[in-house]
């Protein structure tokens, strides 16, 4: 059966509605994160005149709930609270 014919289908065109509405959301979603993490790495690199790789790294791999922390302590952490937000104390 080709595309074309499919296309003829409500249920076909509403799933392919959906399919793609649903990219959008993610698309967004991770733009988001990425914006979020961006900022943050500039607002830190500027407070503490730079960071460590591995500081760096955690924040890239922070989820959103971890980045929503940093966010809200980005202004106020010390660089070992920082550090102990991201896992990252040595014990």
């Known amino acids: 059966m080709s595309i074309e014919i499919l296309q003829e289908f409500p249920l076909f065109r509403s799933m392919i509605a959906e399919a793609v509405e649903e990219g959008r ?3 967004r979603a991770e733009g988001e994160m990425e914006g979020m993490r961006a900022t943050i790495l500039r607002v830190l690199e500027g407070r503490f005149n730079g960071l460590s790789q591995d500081v760096v790294e955690a924040i890239s791999a922070a989820n959103a709930a971890a980045l929503n922390e940093l966010a809200i ?3 106020t ?3 070992e609270q ?3 937000r991201l896992g990252l ?3």
């Open 82 to 84: 920082l550090r102990e």
């Open 89 to 91: 104390v040595k014990q």
């Open 25 to 27: 959301a993610e698309g």
């Open 77 to 79: 952490d010390t660089p």
């Open 73 to 75: 302590h980005a202004g």
